[in-house]
């Protein structure tokens, strides 16, 4: 949960656990099915004490078998120990494949401690779906899943599964960590002595075994007690601090393309194979694309028409096309349809830009969410695409699937990422930029009245830049007017639940090239509260740092995940009837730390009282070491947004 601008946005890294390549598939390896859950089930005690996570992974088994250049095969095999209703999810199995994956003999039974057999998978109980990406750099993906979980405490549950690939361009990593403790984890990998591949090993110093016999090299990885990964509220993607191993071949081969991981140049130039044929455009769509710009004066009037031009005209649209989504669609089909994913609008804004005779290079891009690329490991590393202009004076990066961005920015998620810039002859691994706290801005002001029944009617504005900007834009249009006017609501209530909304001016939500201000009117109804012959009143009433806010842990083992630097302005002036005078005033706050600022006014002039509130956080990343410092920081803004004024009744 993130409380800037109001908005609820999802904190994917809090119990989501993403993997390193695109297609998500259980790392995993394989041992002959058998009754091996009934040796486990001896080894335990009945009625032992249950564990905190509801469950024990006794076994984890993994083999990947390369058995040639575009064959390959996994096999899995996974034995657990559930205790309670905690742990029934570790019963609910979700496997994901694609046209390059096939998932077959699955196979799933539970069985009580004394090894009787309590349920076993049927066909039936196999479930299939299509699933999509957010942006869909790769969209060809089905899950198959089962659920055997049972009441039954505490059983056995094992499984075992195979996927067969038929391009090495997919190849998972291995994750011997789970959210719960894991006994015995084992992966085994068989390649053919000739074959090239590489390895990196992540948070994890382990050394394999090495066998090799009749063609053949194996390599086993082996860890025992293996604690469970122990993820943090607000921190940055897990991919980046758990146990892992990545693996990729040397050289790949997808649907007849082939490609290289020995370096990004290499890896760059696969890209643009696919798509360097993609992106003509006929004289007809030619004469469209020069219209727009006929009146544009420099470059950069060029490049910002047609991409407020791409935002009109197309939508994105998560598709299932090409060699497993990789290929963009031709840019003339995309252009006619008006919709596509980001590779196929990130392939026609460079057509059209090259209409125009200006540069633009497709950019391979990890976003915020699913960790940080490693540079050393020129690999299939990437879950979108955006577009990079190189000007003469300025560089632009801009998100074709982003229709709440206001040209020249970059929604949040794609800041600070290790971007891989597609040329044909060349491609380069570089960062995008990151924006700054005064350009993330959310003002509100509020001109409040108070009236002799206590009641108090207020009119306001809220406007925003930046980040904040478009995370109101892409929120507010996922909502029907009702809905947003019940958000408005809520937001107003949060601290004066007997209110009434009087007006609000965002039935549509302003275009692009028009500030984005939300305009209300509403009546609090006895919000002072009453102390004798006193009136307490918290001016702060749209913007406070709640308890809730206030991180708990005592200290962090990973850096807390702000999404970006902003800056908060709250402006509230409040109206005095002529029965009422101030008594007491909350004292100015002038709180500053390294990585933020909060600073507080109260000022009176005539009838007028007027509050002001500022707060600023600076750095996107708080690390582990700040955390007391921040959680200071909290903490004292807390106590400030907690104070009231205090009016007496005049004689």
């Not at 990998?189 to 074959?195: A, E, Q």
């Not at 590489?198 to 016999?213: A, D, G, R, V």
């Not at 096309?321 to 349809?337: C, F, W």
Request: hydrophobic share 35%.
């Amino acid at each position: 949960m993130n409380r800037i601008s109001g908005i609820v946005k999802t904190n994917f890294k809090k119990g989501y656990r993403p993997r390193f390549s695109l297609i998500i598939l259980f790392v995993a390896g394989w041992f002959v099915w058998n009754n091996s859950s009934r040796s486990f089930a001896q080894n335990l005690v009945s009625g032992e004490s249950t564990s905190e996570k509801g469950a024990i992974c006794e076994l984890d088994e993994q083999e990947f078998i390369v058995k040639g250049k575009n064959s390959a095969e996994l096999r899995v095999h996974r034995i657990f120990h559930i205790y309670n209703h905690e742990g029934r999810k570790y019963g609910r199995v979700h496997t994901q494949l694609h046209k390059f994956a096939k998932l077959d003999n699955i196979k799933a039974q539970v069985k009580d401690l004394d090894g009787r057999l309590i349920k076993k998978l049927e066909k039936d109980d196999i479930k299939e779906e299509s699933l999509f990406s957010d942006y869909v750099l790769y969209a060809d993906r089905r899950a198959k899943s089962f659920d055997l979980s049972t009441t039954a405490f505490p059983y056995i549950l094992e499984y075992s599964y195979e996927v067969k690939y038929k391009s090495l361009f997919f190849w998972p990593a291995w994750f011997p960590q789970m959210e719960i403790p894991v006994k015995r984890s084992v992966y085994t990998l068989t390649v053919p002595k000739d074959f090239a591949f590489k390895m990196h090993n992540c948070n994890l110093e382990i050394h394999p075994i090495e066998k090799q016999s009749k063609g053949k090299r194996q390599l086993i990885f082996e860890l025992a007690e293996v604690p469970p990964f122990e993820s943090e509220r607000n921190m940055p993607s897990e991919i980046d601090y758990e146990m892992c191993i990545l693996l990729a071949a040397e050289e790949f081969d997808l649907d007849g393309y082939k490609g290289s991981t020995n370096s990004w140049g290499l890896f760059g130039k696969w890209y643009a194979s696919l798509a360097h044929k993609q992106y003509e455009i006929s004289p007809k769509q030619q004469d469209m694309i020069e219209e727009e710009i006929k009146n544009c004066s420099s470059p950069k009037e060029k490049v910002k028409a047609l991409y407020q031009f791409l935002q009109r005209k197309t939508r994105y649209v998560a598709i299932e096309l090409g060699i497993g989504g990789y290929k963009p669609r031709d840019a003339e089909s995309i252009l006619a349809t008006g919709y596509g994913d980001c590779k196929d609008l990130g392939t026609l804004f460079t057509a059209m830009l090259g209409v125009a005779g200006i540069e633009a290079y497709p950019a391979l891009i990890r976003t915020q969410s699913e960790g940080t690329v490693l540079a050393d490991f020129p690999s299939n590393q990437f879950n979108h695409i955006i577009v990079c202009v190189p000007l003469e004076k300025d560089t632009l990066w801009l998100d074709c699937t982003c229709n709440y961005c206001p040209f020249g920015e970059l929604p949040w998620r794609d800041e600070g990422c290790q971007v891989l810039v597609v040329m044909e002859d060349t491609s380069t691994l570089v960062k995008t930029p990151i924006s700054c706290a005064e350009e993330n801005r959310i003002v509100r002001s509020l001109h409040a009245r108070l009236d002799p029944d206590g009641s108090m009617e207020i009119t306001g504005t809220i406007t925003a830049t930046g980040n904040c900007e478009s995370s109101y834009r892409e929120f507010l249009n996922s909502l029907t007017a009702i809905e947003r006017r019940e958000w408005l609501g809520r937001k107003i209530g949060r601290y004066a639940p007997n209110y009434t909304l009087l007006s609000y001016d965002f039935e549509k939500i302003p275009k692009l090239d028009v500030p984005f201000t939300i305009g209300f009117g509403a009546k609090l109804i006895k919000y002072p509260i009453k102390s004798g012959g006193e009136l307490l009143i918290n001016l702060n009433l749209l913007t406070r740092v709640d308890d809730e806010d206030i991180l708990k842990e005592k200290e962090r083992k990973y850096p807390v995940d702000n999404q970006y630097a902003f800056t908060q302005e709250d402006e509230v002036t409040l109206d005095l009837p002529e029965n009422l005078e101030i008594k007491a005033l909350p004292n100015d706050q002038d709180i500053v730390f390294p990585f933020g600022s909060f600073h507080t006014q109260f000022e009176v002039k005539g009838n007028q009282l007027t509050y002001k509130r500022i707060e600023t956080i600076t750095q996107k990343l708080i690390e582990p070491k700040d955390y007391e410092k921040f959680k200071e920081f909290l903490e004292k803004t807390y106590l400030a947004d907690d104070s009231f004024v205090v009016l007496k009744k005049t004689e």
